[in-house]
């Protein structure tokens, strides 16, 4: 069974770092990941994206210049750095999978078929 968990959530001072790891388990196969994040009573949304090889990434606005997606040389886990957190960065933060299009950077929640089960990030003012 393929599987995605994430780890490295927690509490954090606004201004501090966190980093989110992704770990892929259960198969070979390669897919394109994601991270996205959803606030109490608000929507999931598309945080940031890299493609199988790693050479594409993407990031929404909101997170450009604080927020790094990588992943590991063998693929099968990937990061996401957090620096200068706000208390507005505060979701559950989530890592998916797009097998059908590896070498992509989508945004869209329906592109990814597989989901982590989120890991909360708490940043306090």
């Known amino acids: 069974q393929v599987q995605l968990v994430e780890s490295g959530g927690g509490l954090v001072q606004a201004g501090g770092s966190l980093r989110l790891s992704c770990v892929a388990s259960?198969?070979?196969?390669?897919?394109?990941m994601g991270w996205f994040r959803q606030a109490p009573g608000k929507e999931r949304e598309f945080v940031a994206a890299?493609?199988?090889?790693?050479?594409?990434?993407r990031y929404a606005d909101f997170v450009k210049g604080r927020f790094t997606i990588s992943r590991s040389s063998a693929k099968n886990t990937g990061y996401l750095q957090m620096n200068s957190l706000k208390p507005e960065d505060t979701a559950i933060y989530y890592c998916?999978?797009?097998?059908?299009?590896?070498?992509?950077?989508?945004?869209?929640?329906?592109?990814?078929?597989?989901w982590g089960q989120g890991t909360q990030v708490t940043v306090s003012s």
């Open positions: 998916a999978g797009n097998r059908a299009r590896p070498w992509s950077t989508n945004e869209g929640r329906g592109e990814y078929d597989l």
């Open positions: 259960g198969s070979t196969f390669s897919y394109a």
């Open positions: 890299i493609s199988w090889g790693g050479a594409d990434t």
